[in-house]
Nanobody
Framework: QVQLVESGGGLVQPGGSLRLSCAASGSISSINKIGWYQQAPGKQRELVATFTRDGRPNYADSVKGRFTISRDNAKYTVYLQMNSLKPEDTAVYYC????????WGKGTLVTVSS
């Protein structure tokens, strides 16, 4: 079993920043298997950021240059630093663990609005 708990969402003005955290516990074989998805209202869940097998970050085109995924191996925590936020970034952000089974957190809401 794997447990994932997201935090750090909230309301921010366009151009602002937020940092999301995903704290993982349980049977984690590699923290590189943790990444982030977003689900905007009325849309399907989409990949935002993840790590490749060799640990390099990988981003959706829509967030390249603005979002940064990072990890703290000792804390089993993955972060998503979001800068230059736009209204279209408004979504529920989920972290996931992709092992033999995919586990999801409950999500944290990010609202970008003036």
């Amino acid at each position: 079993q794997v447990q994932l708990v997201e935090s750090g969402g909230g309301l921010v003005q366009p151009g602002g920043s937020l940092r999301l955290s995903c704290a993982a516990s349980g049977s984690i074989s590699s923290i590189n298997k943790i990444g982030w998805y977003q689900q905007a209202p009325g849309k399907q869940r989409e990949l935002v950021a993840t790590f490749t097998r060799d640990g390099r970050p990988n981003y959706a085109d829509s967030v390249k240059g603005r979002f940064t995924i990072s990890r703290d191996n000792a804390k089993y925590t993955v972060y998503l630093q979001m800068n230059s936020l736009k209204p279209e970034d408004t979504a529920v952000y989920y972290c996931y663990y992709s092992g033999g089974i995919t586990y999801w957190g409950k999500g944290t809401l990010v609202t970008v609005s003036s």
